[in-house]
């Protein structure tokens, strides 16, 4: 089953395609990009968008698959061996792994939620939300301590098991059901939602080219936004894409595996945008209350739920939004998986390299179940809204060593993503690029490119002085793009 190092290995290029794209779609493509696309100038801000992706993502992309392939080892494996002194950077990688899944599992846990939610109105009125209205559903919900954590749990339960069957016969085997199925689940919501009357109100909303956009909101903040959501949307910056390039044979093709995982992740999220945004728009140009254009919580979890069970209401819209949640779900599962497989890979690593023989199900359980474990605030919290116990955390001046920043945050999510998406992982990407770019030299991604004979490195010289000079710029802007949101600094 496995390769002779006990560590594992993808089955084939395309289940490692599969499981790459699975875990590059995910939230972020869903409540994120249709409305942020929407409300920073549309197909204005998907060209600058689009440009992000071939200049800084598929140089980080390539960099990432071909630094794991080379050294064969998770991300903080991969970073020792390049160089003693960076492998804490590796660490980054592996910390963000954990804080981003303890609250990813979380809001997968509400996807879950919601898509028995509607299977069970299919059956029952009101079995499935209680009879409540979108709002006040989610707002019950949301500060239901028990039930989040009884769903946070499932979710985690699931991503581990499917960790546990390792990489070919676990992560490989589910993500390519799972990746067709949520295709198909996608088109059909589609298809529902642009026939819908006043669906071209959404559909103008996210598409309509509004280049005026750039100068009302500041170019450098669409900028920002843009940089930030490709980051997050396509795993970059934590060693995902290491890791699960280290699984992967060298006859494949690296420059060709690293150009198609953006396109799919685009494609896709343009398909949630077309999902989403047209019947959104069509309900709100009917005047269905409690509709608008939004992102977030807000958008999944309310208004669209609104869309499905009053928009559309009886049974085709709890078909629909069954259909609809459980796709979520899928997307966040397949993402989730990665994530969890960052943290587990190092302490399979660790114990291949002593010569000892890991037990990848009982690494696993543990390292997952400690991630349930850091997740259990997020899910009592309330998503901040001070209610069971909301917490509010204060970080004192002493962590920054600054006397005028002192920063509260109002909920444990903010909090863990600002951590990791916030600073690990554009910290991380930057000193990956200098690391390679000026340290160590390009040349050993072109050399890992090139490993198998025949496959010859064909973007080098344009791959080259992205990585050099274009991602350090670029991520840089994505550090600076979050703390600014994070902390209020106004810098855009
Ligand atoms: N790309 C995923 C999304 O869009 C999130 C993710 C980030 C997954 C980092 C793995 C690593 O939701």
């Known amino acids: 089953m496995n390769n002779e190092n006990n560590r594992g290995q993808w089955a084939s290029n395309l289940g490692f395609l599969m499981a790459a794209v699975g875990s590059a779609v995910?939230?972020?493509n869903i409540w994120g990009f249709p409305y942020k696309m929407g409300a920073n100038g549309g197909f204005a801000f998907l060209i600058v968008y689009l440009v992000l992706v071939i200049f800084v993502g598929f140089a980080t992309m390539l960099g990432e698959l071909a630094l794991g392939r080379k050294t064969g080892l998770g991300v903080i494996g991969t970073y020792r061996m390049l160089n003693k002194k960076f492998a804490w950077v590796g660490w980054l990688g592996f910390l963000s792994g954990f804080f981003i899944l303890s609250f990813y599992s979380v809001l997968g846990g509400y996807t879950l939620r919601y898509a028995i939610g509607f299977l069970m109105e299919l059956f029952s009125e009101g079995a499935g939300f209680g009879g409540m209205g979108s709002g006040e559903f989610f707002g019950s919900f949301i500060i239901n301590g028990g039930a989040n954590l009884l769903f946070h749990g499932i979710f985690m339960a699931l991503t581990i098991v499917i960790v546990m069957g390792g990489i070919a016969s676990g992560i490989e085997k589910f993500t390519k059901i799972a990746m067709p199925a949520l295709l198909v689940m996608l088109v059909i919501v589609?298809?529902?939602?642009?026939?819908?009357?006043?669906?071209?109100t959404g559909i103008a909303f996210m598409f309509a080219p509004n280049f005026s956009a750039f100068?009302?909101?500041?170019?450098?903040?669409?900028?920002?936004?843009?940089?930030?959501?490709?980051?997050?949307?396509?795993?970059?910056?934590?060693g995902c894409m290491i890791t699960y390039g280290s699984y992967?044979?060298?006859?494949?093709?690296?420059?060709?595996n690293a150009l198609i995982i953006p396109i799919a992740d685009t494609i896709f999220a343009l398909m949630a945008g077309l999902a989403v945004m047209p019947a959104v728009g069509a309900f709100m140009s009917q005047g269905v209350e409690g509709i608008s254009f939004?992102?977030?919580?807000?958008?999944?979890?309310?208004?669209?739920?609104?869309?499905?069970?009053?928009?559309?209401?009886?049974?085709?819209?709890n078909l629909f939004g069954f259909v609809f949640y459980f796709l979520v779900f899928i997307a966040a599962i397949t993402s989730s998986i990665s994530l969890l497989e960052v943290c587990t890979a190092f302490f399979i690593d660790s114990k291949v390299q002593k010569g000892q023989v890991a037990n990848r199900k009982k690494i696993t359980i543990i390292v997952g179940l400690v991630i349930f474990l850091i997740g259990i605030p997020v899910g009592l919290d309330g998503l901040g809204s001070g209610v069971a116990g909301g917490a509010t955390i204060d970080i004192p001046a002493v962590v920054f060593g600054m006397d005028e920043v002192r920063v509260a945050f109002d909920c444990?999510?903010?909090?863990?993503?600002m951590i990791s998406e916030g600073v690990f992982m554009p910290l991380g990407a930057i000193l990956m690029s200098v690391l390679i770019g000026w340290v160590l030299k390009t040349n050993i991604v072109k050399e890992e490119v090139e490993a198998s004979d025949g496959i010859k490195m064909k973007a080098y010289a344009f791959w080259d002085f992205c990585f050099k000079f274009i991602v350090p710029i670029g991520i840089l802007f994505v550090l600076l793009g979050q703390l600014d949101d994070f902390f209020g600094l106004g810098i855009f």
Request: hydrophobic residues 45%; proline residues 1%.
């Open 412 to 417: 444990w999510l903010d909090f863990y993503d």
């Open 248 to 256: 992967l044979s060298k006859q494949e093709n690296l420059e060709k």
């Open 26 to 28: 995910g939230l972020g």
């Open 294 to 317: 939004g992102a977030g919580p807000g958008l999944l979890f309310v208004t669209l739920h609104q869309v499905f069970s009053v928009g559309m209401g009886g049974f085709i819209g």
């Open 215 to 238: 100068s009302e909101i500041g170019f450098m903040k669409v900028l920002k936004t843009a940089a930030g959501q490709m980051f997050f949307s396509l795993s970059l910056g934590m």
């Open 190 to 200: 589609i298809i529902r939602s642009v026939t819908l009357e006043g669906a071209s």
